[in-house]
């Protein structure tokens, strides 16, 4: 039988390819049950490719250009407008390229959630695989997180770790992190709309949680 309970309305920010919408899209049409409603797909790029993922999944997408407004916050105040039009229960920021305003954060605190290629708080920022490799470290993953006004920051709501390989470069890396990433972000939103997930004293605590079971995902490598 059809899922039969109000779903949880999202919108996704896209600024580049979009792959992690995509993991979003294949779970929606995977499972008719899934409580998640992919409600708006929104980029301040025209040409972003995950734009064209949306129309082909039938998903309603919007585009604003922030050189069309005169500071971030008059953009951000606009953004927002979009997203309570259309009714918006949550926002997922994947590979959304702009830093966002205070007043945006404020507004969207707790129904606002990123994805991250590393295991937060370690690589905030740029050029992550780059650097975790600079720095020689053996596991590196991504994080799901609520945001928070630094870049990066905010309650953690859920990881996917990976271990580094001899030979790895940064584009090996980022390949494999972003499998991950499409393992994990699918599970946190899931979790948001379970109705699973609270935020107490900036951390996350997450209800029903079955020894572990969404806390870690190991990499396809290690069975190899
Ligand atoms: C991902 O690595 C995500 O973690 C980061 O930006 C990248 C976006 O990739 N925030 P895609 O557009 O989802 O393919």
Do not use: C
Request: hydrophobic share 45%; charged share 25%.
């Amino acid at each position: 039988m059809a899922f039969q309970g109000t779903k949880l309305k999202v919108a996704v920010l896209v600024s580049g390819r979009g792959t992690n919408l995509q993991s979003l899209i294949d779970r929606a049409a995977n499972d008719e049950d899934w409580p998640v409603e992919l409600s708006l797909v929104f980029s301040n790029k025209a040409d972003a490719k995950g734009l064209e993922r949306a129309e082909q999944a039938g998903i309603p997408t919007q585009v604003l250009s922030h050189k069309d407004y005169d500071d971030r916050a008059a953009f951000d105040a606009e953004v927002s407008n979009i997203l309570e039009e259309a009714n918006i229960d949550l926002v997922v920021l994947a590979g959304y390229m702009r830093i966002l305003s205070e007043e945006f954060v404020n507004r969207w605190r707790d129904r606002l959630i990123n994805i991250h290629p590393a295991l937060l708080p370690a690589f905030k920022g740029l050029h992550v695989h780059e650097r975790a490799l600079d720095a020689g470290v053996r596991i590196t993953g991504a994080t799901v997180h609520f945001v928070r006004l630094g870049t990066d920051e905010g309650p953690i709501i859920i990881q996917g770790a990976l271990p580094v390989q001899p030979n790895d470069t940064p584009e090996s890396l980022e390949a494999r992190t972003l499998k991950i990433e499409h393992m994990i972000l699918p599970e946190a939103v899931t979790l948001i709309a379970e109705k699973r997930v609270r935020v107490v004293s900036e951390q996350v605590q997450i209800d029903n949680r079955p020894d572990e079971a969404e806390a870690v995902i190991i990499s396809p490598v290690l069975s190899h």
